[in-house]
């Protein structure tokens, strides 16, 4: 395959930001093969569309955005659920060892937020993972800011009630 | 007692966005994500961008896997299938197992060939859609599953942490059968029933439901699993395709490994399929997406690649519409003539799967 400049501009972009937009997905799906799966997806649809991509004014943001859309429709569609599902049941192969008492407390978060619906993990870890206003958020998840706020709520709330109820975080409007 | 977990159990105050990038830099296996893979398939994707008009067509690669098509048919989705015997594979498209009775809220089916995720052949019966939130259209969800030869099914916690006990259901045709249920007393709460098969494979359906779904409707097909597992044809299956290629079968070799899945639920009458095609003796392969006129793939022919890479052509005929495109551009199609003579071998079937063929790869 013969690379271009738009190749290695896109290439470069991967190398920079695979892992972060990695971390993102696995946030939002709470399994490290699909969050694979989910950041493959996205970044096909950056080359797919590099000419715009590449001229946005804040890459970084239209990459999430492709990505948190990616997971929301794949949520939507029964073959993405499935293939979640299924993918939930063997062990990751890890790089490294991981302490018991780690992956317990990570295990909680991360059951904690797969029993949420997709649009509030999504936009809990917008908002608390990715550090975006309420406004960023609803431009992210392409909803007003109202819904970003009720989805934050009821969001939080649930979290708390999964985690014992001692979850505390920074009250409604704060973060933004 | 031991109070470890306890303590992990009640997070610190003001900790959400701590514990949330501890989570996101525990310890993960090594990434797959590649960027090479990402130029390849958005060329390919590029070029099928262009065939589309309707606009609501999404493809959306998932996983590794077979192909997917979607049937139109509603309660007798396998139209005379072909077991598979000895001999060189001419259908793209062979299943190790088919639904036969549903019942009537699931109206479309769609099978793949190959291997899904965890080695597992597919199929899914699908309900009607319904606008759920954002404009969203879903509909229940049936999934047909075959585990490999001597492989025993996992009786584990979901994906979401939740227990699951093997509750004893009545034989389906004399085999053992069993529900997959959150509780060890009754198959109340249960969505997957499983089975062993009369060959010894065991055999598994699982209810999906959208989440704006009531649960009455998902425990109505709860109810019916038994009768859809007794009415399930478990055998590799060659199922018939609505097109025939001719002269060609010392050329092109089905492609089972590598896959497009394709999602096109919004109305499950409008149905398509994709299949590939590995070009003999080289790393080419040929892909052919066909379905109906109305729906899909829409094209204009006479389009122009944008690069001289890419490369795409269709064919209609029948009430059916039949694109043909590969990755490798016109290098690819060479051995087969160029995409003009591909084509000209192309014989299409018609809507109507009585007339379709497992022989798909004719002489």
């Excluded at chain 1, 299924?86 to 192969?93: K, S």
């Excluded at chain 2, 062979?94 to 060939?113: N, R």
């Excluded at chain 2, 699951?164 to 034989?171: G, L, M, S, T």
């Amino acid at each position: 395959m013969a690379r271009t400049d738009r190749d290695t501009e896109f290439t470069e972009f991967v190398a920079s930001r695979a892992g972060w937009l990695r971390s993102v997905a696995y946030l939002l799906c709470g399994d490290w093969h699909w969050a694979d799966d989910l950041v493959q997806e996205c970044i096909t649809k950056l080359y797919t569309h590099w000419g715009r991509a590449s001229r946005a004014e804040n890459l970084d943001g239209y990459a999430r955005r492709v990505l948190v859309n990616t997971f929301l429709a794949e949520r939507r569609s029964g073959w993405g659920r499935w293939v979640a599902r299924l993918r939930g049941e063997p062990g990751p192969e890890l790089d490294h060892p991981v302490e018991p008492t780690d992956l317990d407390a990570a295990l909680d978060l991360r059951q904690a937020l797969a029993a949420l619906p997709p649009r509030q993990r999504a936009t809990v870890v917008l908002r608390y993972y990715c550090d975006l206003s309420v406004e960023q958020t609803a431009e992210a998840l392409d909803c007003s800011a109202g819904n970003v706020k009720s989805q934050t709520s009821r969001g939080l709330g649930a979290l708390r009630r999964q985690l014992d109820d001692s979850l505390a975080v920074l009250p409604e409007g704060s973060a933004g | 007692m031991n109070p470890q977990p306890e303590q992990r159990a009640r997070p610190e105050p003001q900790e959400l966005t701590e514990r949330l990038v501890a989570l996101a830099t525990a310890p993960a296996p090594r990434s797959t994500v590649s960027a090479e893979a990402a130029i390849r398939a958005g060329r390919t994707r590029q070029v099928r961008r262009r065939l589309a008009v309707l606009g609501a067509v999404t493809a959306v690669a998932v996983a590794t896997g077979g192909v997917v098509a979607a049937l139109p048919e509603a309660r007798h989705p396998a139209p005379a299938a072909t077991d598979t015997a000895a001999g060189p594979a001419t259908d793209p498209l062979v299943v190790p197992a088919t639904f036969g009775w549903l019942p009537d809220v699931l109206e479309g089916v769609s099978y793949q060939s190959g291997n899904g995720p965890n080695g597992l052949g597919f199929a899914r019966a699908s309900g009607k859609p319904v606008p759920g939130p954002d404009m969203t259209r879903e509909g229940l969800g049936l999934w047909l599953q075959v585990y490999q030869p001597g492989q025993v099914p996992v009786v584990g916690p979901t994906s979401a942490g939740q227990l699951q006990y093997q509750v004893p259901a009545a034989p389906v045709n004399g085999e053992p059968a069993y529900w997959l249920a959150p509780s060890p007393d009754s198959p109340t709460g249960a969505d997957t029933f499983r089975w062993q098969a009369a060959d010894g494979r065991w055999v598994e359906l699982t209810v999906d439901k959208p989440e704006w779904f009531t649960q009455s409707q998902h425990d109505q097909v709860v109810a019916v699993l038994p009768r859809i597992a007794a009415g399930v044809r478990v055998a590799d299956q060659a199922l018939p395709l609505p097109f025939r290629i001719t002269g060609l079968s010392q050329r092109l070799r089905p492609v089972q490994q590598e896959t497009t899945w394709n999602e096109h639920w919004a109305d499950v009458q409008a149905w398509r399929g994709s299949f590939d095609f590995r070009v003999a003796g080289t790393q080419d392969v040929i892909g052919v997406t066909v379905g109906p006129e109305p729906y899909y793939p829409g094209s204009d022919p006479g389009q122009v690649p944008n690069s001289p890479t890419e490369v795409s052509s269709c064919l209609r005929g029948n009430g059916l519409r039949l694109c043909a495109d590969s990755q490798q551009g016109l290098a690819a199609f060479a051995p087969v003539g160029g995409v003009q003579a591909f084509l000209q071998k192309v014989q299409l079937l018609g809507i109507d799967p009585e007339g379709w063929t497992a022989d798909v790869l004719a002489g």
